[in-house]
């Protein structure tokens, strides 16, 4: 059974930074591409970025470029999306998903991936 669990949210001033963690249990996680999403209440989620089996990102919203970073460490099961000059509109619920394939999808959709966590809550005080 596949388990993906994001933790490291929680609620920081504007211009601050968080670091969030995502953990994968039950596939071989050095495998495959993993990507991360926010989700605003009345919104789509939003593909944030996306970092391929051999740790290189290929994806990055350009409402987060130059401020977020994804990396992955393969040998711990984790990926890692590192959050700096937090603004309040990154307030959202940060979802951690794999995906089945080795690489980054062409289209960051939501839908081209497999398997997705909980969710952890970021949110940016002015």
């Known amino acids: 059974q596949v388990q993906v669990a994001e933790s490291g949210g929680g609620l920081v001033q504007e211009g601050g930074s968080l670091r969030l963690s995502c953990t994968v249990s039950?596939?071989?996680?050095?495998?495959?591409?993993m990507g991360w999403f926010r989700k605003v209440p009345g919104e789509e989620r939003e593909p944030i970025a996306c970092?391929?089996?051999?740790?290189?990102?290929?994806y990055y919203a350009d409402s987060v470029k130059g401020r977020f970073t994804i990396s992955r460490i393969n040998p711990e099961n984790t990926v890692y999306l590192q959050l700096n000059s937090l603004k309040p509109e990154d307030t959202a619920m940060y979802y951690c998903?794999?995906?089945?394939?080795?690489?980054?999808?062409?289209?960051?959709?939501?839908?081209?991936?497999?398997?997705w966590g909980q969710g952890t809550q970021v949110t940016v005080s002015s």
């Open positions: 970092i391929n089996k051999i740790a290189v990102s290929t």
């Open positions: 998903a794999a995906r089945l394939q080795p690489y980054c999808p062409n289209s960051p959709s939501e839908n081209n991936y497999n398997f």
């Open positions: 039950g596939l071989s996680f050095e495998h495959y591409a």
